[in-house]
């Protein structure tokens, strides 16, 4: 289909998520209607027909958006359909919605075929175009296994974001992060060498405390760092976080509203923060067709480039990336 265009484009998602997807679709008034649908694989229709172009907009629970070329009983069909691009596999295997196989790490603009495998005979082949932000592995999963040494799942939730948004830091960055204990995301920081400056009045994991410090205004400049403000997020000060803050994260266990109340505070005692990476803790997953109000609160602290991702390893959460 040279000019890759097509009736039809699916979505991969985690299972579990389809309705909220396609609520999430609905609220953003694409004009979609919801088709054919598989644990962790929905399809949409529209009046218009849709391309490549079609699939630029950002829906929080596809961690996958092709354009569909159709379905078929073999791999092999299914791979001729896309066979002139680089190829990324996905399947349906175990309850989870799996990257199998990619040919290489996609590059910026470059046009991805995927085979998802539903069964024994139905595969779908589809089209996607590679940009910043979107994942680079097949189906939007890593594959990533958390450390061994991990005190928390944080670890592992951290690392699929970065991996998913390809986010770069240097060892000139400090993130500050709340609700850090035991320490998943604070050992994840570490181990790329970057410091952190934790918030949270409970106790950390001992693989972390090697690094600690004791005085955050005596930091040193050899070698990453742990500071543990030990208090509510609420009673950190100006002082604890000191110079040069340059990321904020959380991975607290309270409302969206109450975490970029927070965002929002530590941004004005840190001016110096240029990234924000939230885990944001749902009641209800179909909560995502709030998002707006999300984005626009972000945009208030002067964030320009936000996105809102399932991820793989989430359950009723969502990774909340603004970038300046």
């Known amino acids: 289909m040279p000019d890759h265009q097509s009736d039809y484009v699916f979505a991969l998602c ?19 209607r919801s088709g054919y649908q598989r644990r962790g694989f929905v399809t949409f229709k529209a009046d218009a027909v849709f391309s ?10 596809a961690r996958r958006l092709c354009l569909s070329l159709g379905k078929t009983s073999t791999r092999e069909e299914a791979e001729r359909l896309v066979a002139e691009h680089k190829i990324h596999h996905a399947r349906y295997f175990e309850r989870k919605m799996q990257g199998v196989a990619g040919d290489g790490q996609p590059e910026v603009g470059e046009i991805i075929g995927t085979v998802v495998e539903l069964g024994p005979t139905e595969f779908w082949a589809g ?13 939007g999963d890593s594959g990533i296994v958390m450390a061994a040494d991990s005190p928390s799942r944080a670890w592992l939730k951290l690392e699929e974001a970065v991996r998913f948004f390809d986010l770069e830091f240097t060892e000139k960055d400090i993130v500050v992060e709340l609700g850090c204990a035991p320490g998943g995301v604070v050992l994840a920081l570490l181990q790329r060498g970057i410091s952190v400056i934790g918030v949270d009045p409970a106790k950390m994991a001992e693989v972390v405390l090697t690094s600690t410090i004791q005085n955050r205004q005596e930091a040193p400049s050899n070698r990453p760092w742990f500071y543990h403000c030990r208090k509510p997020a609420a009673l950190a000060s100006k002082r ?9 994260m959380s991975d607290m266990n309270q409302s969206p509203e109450v975490v970029l109340k927070e965002c929002a505070r530590f941004k004005a005692m840190a001016p110096s923060i240029r990234g924000v990476l939230i885990t944001l803790k749902l009641t209800e997953i179909e909560q995502v067709a709030d998002k707006q109000t999300w984005f626009t609160a972000l945009r208030g602290m002067g ?12 359950h009723k959460e969502f990774a909340l990336l603004a970038m300046k």
Request: proline content about 6%.
């Open 14 to 32: 985690n299972p579990g998520s389809e309705k909220a997807l396609k609520l999430e679709a609905e609220m953003m008034a694409l004009g979609w």
């Open 52 to 61: 490549l172009h079609s699939l630029d907009v950002k829906i929080a629970c």
């Open 127 to 139: 089209l996607h175009r590679h940009a910043p932000f979107l994942s680079p592995h097949p189906a």
């Open 240 to 248: 604890d976080l000191g110079q040069g803050v340059t990321w904020f």
């Open 303 to 314: 964030f320009k480039t936000i996105r809102l991702q399932q991820l793989s390893v989430h």
